[in-house]
């Protein structure tokens, strides 16, 4: 039986991992040899020192024992099992990352991995062809967030940066977007002893986790799922509202604007990244020649993330990363890529 994930990032990762404990072989197309690459050097562009995710926001297979068990063990300390129980623990990046790397010798991805670009998937009886690389029964799409957004009308601005790059920090900083990467940004620029300028078009909304908590239950994910085509259009929308936790260390001093000042000297775009699957070329034209169903954007895929039109009895495509958001609502998280895992590990070794 022959699996393939396209894909080199942690949600590659998560899945690789999954289907080594299912004791099922894939081999891993990708850019990048190392599956935190991607991720490291947004979070160090904004100088994230911590989770937002909590103890299971990791590429393990197993929820327990999460981060929080491994930092309680290597401080001899009990406060963050307490902090985790009561969900306030995030891991630092560091400990998350440090797990990331034994997840990655333990799973094997070292030895699965081959540097590839996969421009195109192409199914055929029992299976896919990945390129001209071999035909696989059961294949899994990671590819990730299609490229950074930049709003077009500051693409020529020469003060513009954008926050997942890296950069240092100017007097006057006007930073555009107010969910997570945004609220980093206006701690650094204020630690910096920068002034601070907000500039926003919504209200965020303060929370922990990026999305709702019961967004991550079994049974807030039963109802979600049971919400017909329309409804969860409105809700997948009603998501994107940005948002960033509730605490004081969150709560600088920032003057809030509708728009960028022409006195700021430099403009960050904590704006994330552009959306939806037709900006991925894998994606985009596996959805046009196989005319794949869509629903405002989204891939309209089966509550395991599965798609549809091209997955039977015999065969599997399966999504991960943000484009499986039809199927799992924070699938651009650890958890998220967790939930799909373990569905694609699943089919894999029962099929
Ligand atoms: C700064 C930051 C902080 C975050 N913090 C948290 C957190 O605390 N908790 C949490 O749960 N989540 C967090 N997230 C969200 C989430 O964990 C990340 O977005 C995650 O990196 C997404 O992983 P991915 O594998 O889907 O995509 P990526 O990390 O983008 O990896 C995709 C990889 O696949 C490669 N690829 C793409 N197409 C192809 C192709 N056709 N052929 C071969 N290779 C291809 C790409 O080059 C890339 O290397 C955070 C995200 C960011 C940016």
Redesign the pocket.
Known sequence: MAVAI???????LTAKAALADADVHAVV????PDPA???RR??QA?R?TH???ESD?HCGTRTFPGLAVRDAMRRRDLRQLVESVTDRYHPTVELFLEHADEVRRECGWDESFVQ????RLHPVEGGFEVDERGTFRHVLL????PGLHVPPELADDARVVHA?EPHAYADRVAVVGAG??AATEWRNANAAGGEVISVRRREPLRRPLNLPRHLFTKRGLATYHRLDVESRVALLRSLSTPSYPPGPQWDIPVRIAAAIPDAADQVICATGFRRGFEH???LSALAREHALERANGWLVLDDDATVPALTDAARTLAV???HAQWAFPAA????G?RYVAHRFARRCRTR
């Open positions: 396209v894909g080199s990032g942690l949600a590659a197309f990708g850019d990048s690459a991607t991720w947004r979070a904004i994230q989770m937002r995710s926001g590839a670009r996969v421009r990671a590819p990730g967030h997942y997570m990467a991925d070329p894998l991960s990363g943000v651009d998280t650890l958890a890529m």
